[in-house]
């Protein structure tokens, strides 16, 4: 009836929905994986069917009957590490985006998630904290989606410093920080990052 339940077939999912609600970029070890969390084969399994969107109640509905069979823990467990991940956002009813830290585990059934795109390389995610460290934002790559409102708001703020009404000098333009607050998940990163040069000078 389940052929499918031994790739979750690990008693400690409880612990990974544990640490995941931490913000513990490496939950999955605690089912003994240490690899891409998109690689885990539980993961795997539910990235692909988020697709275009799912709303947690249908993924919990898909998952718990055959051929997987598999429990609320699991399924909630890797919803929560895959958010960690930066793999996939929640939204609620209004459209409002759900952070890992903010997200009550009655609520899951009624939120959409969706696959998080564009992609942000490791690469990619060093160079961002590297910004981030020269306005006094200390974070690991795992935490830069959720420090990018911290980050921008420095900016804004160090900007509005930097200059006033005469006899001080013009105070730098800050239409391109309000046009990234205007964008989502990786988006967001990922314009910070094709402006890094930018950021790097107008902070220095």
């Not at 998630?113 to 060093?126: G, M, R």
């Not at 509005?160 to 046009?179: F, R, V, Y």
């Amino acid at each position: 009836l389940y052929p499918n339940f031994a790739i979750a077939d690990q008693p400690n999912w409880p612990n990974v929905y544990t640490k995941a609600c931490k913000g513990e970029p490496d939950s999955l070890k605690a089912i003994g994986y240490e690899g891409e969390t998109s690689q885990n084969p539980v993961c795997k399994e539910i990235l692909a069917f988020i697709a275009g969107g799912k709303s947690g109640s249908d993924i919990r509905t898909k998952y718990e009957q055959a051929p997987y069979g598999w429990s609320k823990d699991t399924i909630d467990g890797c919803l929560m590490v895959l958010l960690v991940a930066g793999l996939i956002l929640a939204q609620d009813e209004k459209g409002k985006l759900i952070e890992q830290k903010g997200l009550e585990r009655k609520n899951i059934g009624k939120l959409l998630f969706k696959l998080e795109s564009p992609n942000i390389t490791v690469a990619q995610k060093i160079k961002i904290r590297k910004l981030f460290q020269k306005m006094d934002i200390i974070v690991n790559s795992e935490q830069v989606l959720s420090a990018t409102k911290q980050f921008l708001d420095a900016l804004k703020t160090l900007a509005l410093s930097a200059g006033g009404e005469a006899p001080q000098p013009i105070s730098p333009d800050i239409k391109n920080l309000a046009e990234i607050s205007c964008l989502i998940g990786n988006e967001q990163l990922l314009t910070i990052f094709n402006n890094f040069d930018l950021f790097n000078s107008q902070i220095d």
